[in-house]
C-alpha cells in the first residue's frame, strides 16, 4: 500500500490549495477528487470576485491554473472517490481505485446544494439558475429575480440582491418563513421584496436564459407563471462528510466541526473549505482554509516526528 506524508480529500480550491503548500514544503502528498479537478468552480462561467484576474477568470480555467501550480511542486492526484476513512496511525483512506496510507489527513470535499430536481433547472444552471447570491447577484443589476426559499439563507440571500436587481420575488412553500426574527422584520420592511406564498417551483422556463418560472399553490394546486430573469435557489446545502461522520465530530447541520487552526475533533486529520462549520463558502475563503489546513498538518507531522 503507497504511503504518504499527506492525503487530501477533494480536488477543489481547498484540497488544490493545500495540496500546493504541502507538496512545496516537501511532504509527499495526494489528491484524490472522483470528478473534475476544480470541484464547484467548474460550474463557475465568469468568476469576477477572485483577486488577480482584473478581468474575470472562468472558473474550470482557475482551477486547471491552481492543479498546474500544485503540481510543479510534486502534487500527485488520482481520480476515485474516497469510501471510508479509518483511523489509526497511518490512517487508511479507501477509494474506489484501493486504499492508501497517511500520517495526517486534509478534508476538502465541499458540499452540495440542494436542487429543486424540477425541469429547466438543470439546463439553465449558469443561464439564470444560480444557487449562489454572493457568486452571481452582481450579473443580474436591475432586473426582476426570484429567490426560491424560506430560511436565513433565503432571506439573507434576496436582502443581499436587493443591492443589485430591481425587485426581488422571495418563493416559499409556506405561508410563514423560517428565517430569524430580525432577518424576518428587514426582509418585510424592503420595498424591492415580494413575498409570494405557499408556492412550489414546477418549471424554469427559457430557451437559453431563464425568462419565468412555472408555478404552482400547494393549497390550491393552481398554476401560474412568473416572469423573471434569474432564480437564486437557497434550499439548503448538503455537506460530503458523511463517509467521515464514524471518525470525527460533526455539526448538526453536517458541517464538520473545526477549531481555528482547522483541526477537527480526531488528531491528524484537518478539514476546510466549504465542508467545514461557518465556511462563507467562497473560493477566496476556501483557499485561504486550504492554506491554514495545509500549514496545520505541516505542524502536526513536525511534533509526530519528534515525539516518535
Ligand atoms: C455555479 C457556481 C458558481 C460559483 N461562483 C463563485 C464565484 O464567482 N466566486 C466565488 O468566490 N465562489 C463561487 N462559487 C462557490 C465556490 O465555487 C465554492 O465556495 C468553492 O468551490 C468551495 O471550495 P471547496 O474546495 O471547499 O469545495 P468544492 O469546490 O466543492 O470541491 C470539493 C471537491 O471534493 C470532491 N469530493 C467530494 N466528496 C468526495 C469523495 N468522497 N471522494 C473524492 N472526492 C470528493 C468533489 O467532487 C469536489 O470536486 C460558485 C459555486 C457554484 C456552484
Known amino acids: 500500500m503507497t504511503r504518504y506524508e499527506v492525503i487530501i480529500i477533494g480536488g477543489g480550491p481547498a484540497g488544490l490549495t493545500a495540496g500546493l503548500y504541502t507538496s512545496r514544503a516537501g511532504l509527499k502528498s495526494l ?4 470528478g473534475a479537478l476544480g470541484g464547484q468552480m467548474m460550474n463557475a462561467t465568469l468568476v469576477e470576485n477572485y483577486p488577480g484576474f482584473p478581468e474575470g477568470i472562468s472558473g474550470s480555467e482557475l482551477g486547471s491554473l491552481m492543479y498546474r501550480q500544485a503540481a510543479r511542486y510534486g502534487l500527485e492526484a488520482v481520480t476515485a472517490e474516497v469510501t471510508g476513512l479509518t483511523q489509526g496511525q497511518p490512517y487508511s483512506v479507501s477509494t474506489t481505485e484501493g486504499n492508501f496510507e497517511a500520517t495526517a489527513i ?4 465541499g458540499s452540495e446544494y440542494r436542487k429543486l430536481g424540477v425541469a429547466g433547472e438543470k439546463r439553465l444552471s449558469g443561464r439564470g439558475v444560480s444557487y449562489c447570491a454572493t457568486c452571481d447577484g452582481f450579473f443580474f443589476r436591475n432586473r426582476e429575480i426570484a429567490v426560491v426559499g424560506g430560511g436565513d439563507t433565503a432571506i439573507t440571500d434576496a436582502l443581499e440582491l436587493t443591492q443589485y436587481a430591481r425587485k426581488v420575488y422571495v418563493i416559499h412553500r409556506r405561508d410563514q418563513l ?23 417551483v414546477e418549471e424554469v422556463l427559457g430557451e437559453k436564459m431563464v425568462n ?36 470525527l465530530e460533526l455539526e448538526n447541520t453536517g458541517h464538520i466541526t473545526t477549531d481555528e487552526r482547522l483541526a477537527t475533533s480526531t488528531p491528524g486529520v484537518f478539514a476546510a473549505g466549504d465542508i ?6 467562497q473560493i477566496g475563503t476556501a483557499v485561504g482554509d ?8 505541516f505542524n502536526y507531522l513536525q511534533e509526530t516526528r519528534k515525539s516518535s
Do not use: C, Y
Not at 31 to 34: G, K, S
Not at 276 to 281: K, M, V, Y
Not at 290 to 297: E, K, L, M, P
Open 106 to 109: 486534509v478534508i476538502a470535499a
Open 31 to 34: 489528491l484524490v477528487e472522483r
Open 212 to 247: 419565468g418560472l412555472k408555478l404552482r399553490n400547494v393549497e390550491t394546486g393552481q398554476q401560474s407563471i412568473l416572469k423573471v430573469d434569474g432564480v437564486f435557489v437557497a434550499i439548503g446545502l448538503t455537506p460530503n462528510s458523511q463517509t467521515f461522520s464514524n471518525i
Open 276 to 281: 467545514r462549520q461557518n465556511s462563507l463558502r
Open 178 to 200: 423560517r428565517a430569524g426574527q430580525l432577518l424576518q422584520q428587514r426582509a418585510f420592511a424592503h420595498s424591492k421584496l415580494k413575498f409570494i406564498w405557499s408556492m412550489v
Open 290 to 297: 486550504g492554506v491554514t489546513a495545509a500549514i496545520s498538518a
